[in-house]
């Protein structure tokens, strides 16, 4: 059963202390700018039903400790629908957001644009999305909760257009309501459900959890700080590989330590980013989100031993993006074989989508901090390697190509295979002496700390 309560509830749902912010209210003209009959008369009705002189109160208030500005949309109003009195409020409470340096989050059930106010009521959209702009330009979190329901443009730039999405159980959310939808359309595509498994939002939250979890994601995303992320500890072999094969060996036995266990390791506790925003997930491929270590927020971007998709890329891109507005730094594990090759990841643009990682890395303000921590197969690895901070753990290895494929390439024969690897100087310490890796005494006792580029 979906959740309709009222604005107010929710409000009290997520924070004890609510302060409504003032509202901008202008003159009215009889029946809105349109002249609709009877539109007079139905906001009248709404009003009384609800309490509500709109369908969005704004206001500030502490979610788990953090203060921020709280957009909360009254469906009971009009089905929540936005109109220029709307567009007031909601371009007051940004502003308030940005003169204060808090975080915005909206709480959004809306049916769309108000259709009494016309092509005046859709043009709200392009205002709300410049106000979501500037918010972002300035280096605030946007974390929104879509309720139900979350439709039309409210979804497409309050819901959507947030930094981070989360969810209530069963709403429907969409950019079709259910009025305009082919009749023939299946209604589990418009789920919060199916928008977290499309990559459109990041978590189903139930409304009990729904203060606890708001308050993480708050406290992770305003707690910026300029210092890179430390390299976590090896968790596997200490003692260096003796050839090229034995440390792909070694990077692909099975029991070897993944992305989930080094990160449960340096995190004190974490929230996880789902998903590209394209219609794509990777979840077996990358895994992606901001935790706390030290008492600081560390971004994480961890490729979990498989190949990683077009999804997963994006997704990483999302989240490095993210981290940079917000001044958080980053840390990356690198551990696939390579980027998926298949007809389907090329179709979902792969090589567009390490590209545009590639592009991100080597550009981003934020600090990133690499670790491989398994296998390093190509340039599927290399994307998400930050140049010049880039260390591995000694059961790790990274190569051009892994070497069953470098001698297919060569016409050599199976039999060659362990040459091959050898040759193509794939261990840790060969890629120390090459300067592709830096090293220190918590990966190569007795060698201190050294950058890419210099020798051992």
């Known amino acids: 059963m979906t959740d309709r309560r009222s604005a107010r509830e ?37 009003a009384e039903r609800t ?22 949309f009254e469906f009971g109003f009009l089905g929540g629908s936005l109109g220029r009195r709307t567009g007031d409020r909601l371009e007051a409470a940004y502003t308030y957001a940005r ?27 392009q205002r709300v999305a410049r106000e979501s702009a500037l918010t972002r330009e300035a280096g605030l979190a946007q974390i929104a909760v879509v309720r139900d329901p979350a439709t039309g443009g409210g979804w497409a730039t309050l819901g959507a257009g947030a930094d981070v999405v989360l969810a ?19 209604p589990a595509a418009y789920t919060a459900e199916a928008q977290v498994a499309a990559g ?75 998903g590209d925003r394209c219609g794509g997930t990777d979840p077996d491929g990358m895994l992606c989100g901001f935790g706390e270590r030290g008492g ?3 971004a994480y971007a961890a490729q979990t031993g498989t190949a990683t998709g077009p999804a997963g890329y994006r997704t990483a891109t999302r989240l490095i993006r993210l981290a940079e507005r917000l001044g958080i730094p980053v840390l990356t ?53 930050a140049p010049g901070r880039t260390w591995a753990t000694p059961d790790s290895y990274f190569s051009v190509i892994a070497p069953e494929l470098a001698a297919a390439i060569l016409k050599r024969g199976p039999e060659d295979v362990e040459a091959t690897a050898d040759q193509l100087r794939l261990r840790p310490q060969d890629l120390a002496e090459l300067g592709v890796i830096r090293t220190g005494d918590q990966m190569f006792p007795g060698t201190g700390d050294r950058r890419s580029g210099e020798r051992m």
């Open 296 to 298: 600081r927020t560390v």
């Open 51 to 72: 309490g509500e002189e709109e369908s969005v109160v704004c206001g500030t208030g502490h979610v788990a400790g953090v203060r921020a500005v709280l957009v909360a």
């Open 333 to 385: 594990l690198v551990d696939t074989p390579g980027a998926a090759n298949d007809a389907a990841a090329e179709r979902q643009g792969v090589g567009a989508a390490i590209a545009e990682l590639f592009g991100v890395m080597a550009s981003v303000r934020t600090p990133v901090t690499t670790l491989v921590i398994g296998e390093g197969g190509s340039g599927g690895a290399l994307a998400l390697a």
């Open 168 to 186: 209530l159980p069963g709403a429907q959310v969409g950019f079709a309501g259910s009025r305009v939808r082919p009749p023939d359309a299946d």
């Open 200 to 274: 459109s939002a990041d978590a189903v939250v139930p409304a009990d959890e729904l203060r606890g979890t708001l308050g993480r994601w708050l406290r992770l995303l305003t707690a910026p700080s300029g210092d890179p992320a430390p390299v976590p500890g090896p968790l596997g072999a200490r003692d260096l590989p003796a050839t090229g094969w034995d440390a792909v060996r070694r990077a692909r036995r099975p029991g070897r330590p993944r992305a989930g266990a080094y990160l449960d390791a340096y995190f004190t506790h974490r929230v996880a980013l789902v």
């Open 99 to 125: 003169a204060h340096r808090l975080p915005v989050v909206p709480l959004v059930a809306t049916g769309g644009s108000r259709m009494q106010e016309g092509m005046l009521a859709l043009t709200q959209l």
């Open 10 to 46: 929710f409000l009290a749902l997520v924070t004890d202390d609510f302060a409504e912010l003032p509202h901008p209210e202008g003159p009215s003209e009889p029946d809105g700018p349109l002249g609709w009959p009877g539109y007079d008369a139905a906001r009248a009705r709404a």
